[in-house]
Each structure stands twice: as C-alpha cells, then as structure tokens.
C-alpha cells in the first residue's frame, strides 16, 4: 500500500520558520522524483520544489528560492522541505509527490504564517 504521510506544519510568525517531513512507504522510493506543492485557499496548487530521485539536482518556485531548501534521505524514505523566513504568503495546504511510472501524493499538512 502506497502511503505519503506529511507532517511538521503548524502555526508560525512571520519571519519564522518550519521544517516538513513526508514520509514514503510501499514503492521503491529512491526511483521517485519527489516534490512539494502548495495550494492555498481560492488558488490552485502550485509547486514548490523538486528533487531528483538521487537528490543531486533540485529545482524552486521562484517565491521560495533563497528561502526554502527540499532535501531527502533515501534510506530513511524521507523527504524534507526546510521553511526559513515565512511570511503570511506561504499560508497554504503542502503536499508531497513522488513521480516515477507512477504519481503518488500525500494528505496535506496545513501551514499557516501569521501573528
């Protein structure tokens, strides 16, 4: 059974920050592209970055380049998005991809960017 388990959204500040996990079960992760989109309320989902399947070439949306660092752990099925210098923006549902053969996504995890 393929599962993508995000975690670690939550209530921030602005200017703070937040590290997501997504956690991958039942495929062969290290084959799987993985990426992180948004959507927030009224707006369509939008990616947010990319990671090669071995990690060597990542791309970002241009509004978290220099902000937001996706990184994974192959051995642990893991792949991280590292949140810095949030502002009220970045509100939005996250969700995780993994794209080979075939496209899997995550439930979602809520991050909210207020005071």
């Known amino acids: 059974q393929v599962q993508l388990v995000e975690s670690g959204g939550g209530l921030v500040q602005p200017g703070g920050s937040l590290r997501l996990s997504c956690a991958a079960s039942g495929f062969t992760f290290s084959n799987y592209a993985m990426s992180w989109y948004r959507q927030a309320p009224g707006k369509e989902r939008e990616l947010v970055a990319v990671i090669t399947s071995a990690g060597g070439s990542t791309h970002y949306a241009n509004s978290v380049k220099g902000r937001f660092t996706i990184s994974r752990n192959n051995a642990k099925n893991t792949v991280y998005l590292q949140m810095n210098s949030l502002n009220p923006e970045d509100t939005a549902v996250y969700y995780c991809?993994?794209?080979?053969?075939?496209?899997?996504w995550g439930q979602g995890t809520q991050v909210t960017v207020s005071s």
């Open positions: 991809q993994a794209v080979w053969k075939s496209v899997y």
